[in-house]
């Protein structure tokens, strides 16, 4: 186990950068924070590549810090760790994980949550959380849309993304493998040709469109889509929230 007190230290200043995307694309690595999180990738098999926890982290899981590689453990002062949180108050442990992205579909089963330029960080890890619980096969980030490492959509995510492929990629051209294997796709718009979604039947495996919170879903994207569906507002908000919208649908269609 290695020990670290200062903030100036090498290492601690490159674990810094990874709070900025740019770094983690170059590092292929991402920082998570608190317990929970962090025993969720550990259990998922993600590759850790360190764990750094204070005395307050130490006394806490002291019987889980033993079952860990000692290789990969530093015990850091509270001053490392308080440069390192960015949460208010830290939670007295945080660790670095390597990425581990897939970048095609393994297979065409199941509902598949696709995000069209969703920039809220809050609700791209809401909703990766809900297909998670909703029994999904995958999410696909499209172009736009948050990055997943940052710590607020992973903080969302609450470890979904440990449970469930979330890939990266081109939606147009991802849509077209749907349609080469015939399965449906549903747009989100309401317009004079999309129906009620409680219209719409249950199916085994599907494709759902969920746009940016001001533009929705792109025309381009809409164009490709097997059927446009709406929810109907029966009060006076205008709208609903991208998140919320996209839980009721998931739950429908599957």
């Known amino acids: 186990m290695k020990e670290i007190l200062s903030s100036k230290n090498p290492l601690i200043k490159e674990i810094k950068k990874l709070h900025k995307k740019k770094a983690r694309d170059e590092k292929k690595q991402y920082v998570i924070e608190g317990f929970h999180l962090i025993e969720e990738a550990k259990n998922s098999g993600a590759i850790i590549e360190w764990i750094l926890f204070n005395q307050r982290g130490q006394a806490e899981w002291a019987n889980w810090l033993e079952t860990c590689d000692p290789e990969k453990l530093i015990f850091v002062s509270d001053e490392v760790l308080n440069s390192l949180s960015d949460l208010p108050t830290p939670q007295g442990i945080l660790a670095v994980i390597n990425k581990n992205e897939a970048d095609h579909l393994a297979e065409f089963r199941g509902g598949w949550l696709l995000l069209d330029n969703v920039q809220d960080p809050g ?5 990766i959380r809900t297909a998670d619980a909703a029994g999904l096969a995958g999410v696909i980030i499209g172009e736009g849309s948050a990055d997943i490492y940052s710590t607020k959509v992973l903080r969302a995510m609450q470890g979904s993304n440990y449970h ?3 890939i990266h990629g081109n ?3 991802i849509l077209q493998q749907f349609i080469q294997n015939q399965i449906p796709i549903y747009g989100t718009e309401l ?10 039947n249950k199916a085994e495996n599907y494709g759902l469109i969920m746009g940016n919170e001001g533009q929705g879903v792109s025309a381009t994207l809409l164009a490709q889509t097997t059927q446009n569906i709406y929810i109907p507002i029966r009060g006076q908000a205008e709208s609903l929230n991208v998140a919320v919208a996209a839980g009721i649908l998931m739950y429908h269609l599957s």
């Open 123 to 127: 609700n791209v890890g809401t909703m």
């Open 164 to 166: 469930l492929p979330v």
């Open 171 to 173: 939606l147009a051209d």
């Open 191 to 200: 317009n004079e040709q999309a129906v009620d979604y409680l219209k719409v």
